[in-house]
């Protein structure tokens, strides 16, 4: 077998960004889109880095660990965010919903199931007036 001849190929990196130019999505290699529309190409090369480039292309990973994007496409190029730039992405994130504390979500399940018996005792009570109008009609 002739080693010379043997052609390694290389792997595409895409990414895609939002709005504001920061990098949302890497592709390449084994998992290249088929429409690359809104893509953009950045890179290739061979191995894991270009092959899986969505867990080793971007160091550090392309999220923080509250899920701002670590990078932006300047130019054609990835480059890392500054601290400012996502600092204002972390900012502008909705404020979390509120969570019950324990005592409340108690008083809710103590309501919630006054309710339920008192709807129970409804239905019991309009069963027992559809029989006691039903015998009337059918007594004649």
Same mark, same amino acid.
């Given at each position: 077998?002739?080693l ?12 895609? @960004? ?13 998992? @290249?889109?088929?429409d690359? @529309?809104?893509? @953009? ?5 061979t /191995? ?11 160091? /550090? /990973? ?13 130019? /054609? ?64």
């Amino acid at each position: 077998m002739n080693l010379e001849n043997i052609q390694i190929l290389k792997s595409k990196v895409y990414v895609k @960004t939002d709005e504001n130019n920061r990098i949302i999505r890497c592709e390449g290699g084994y998992t @290249t889109p088929e429409d690359l @529309t809104g893509w @953009t190409y950045i890179d290739e090369g061979t /191995g894991d880095k270009y092959n899986l480039c969505q867990s080793h292309y971007f160091e /550090g /990973g392309l999220y923080d660990a509250d899920g701002i994007p670590r990078y932006k496409l300047m130019d /054609g190029v990835p480059v890392l965010r500054s601290d400012a730039e996502m600092e204002a992405d972390r900012a502008a994130l909705p404020a979390p919903e509120a969570i019950p504390s324990v005592k409340e979500l108690a008083e809710e399940n103590k309501r919630l199931k006054a309710q339920i018996a008192a709807n129970a005792d409804r239905q019991e009570f309009l069963e027992d007036c559809i029989a006691e109008m039903a015998s009337q009609v059918y007594s004649v």
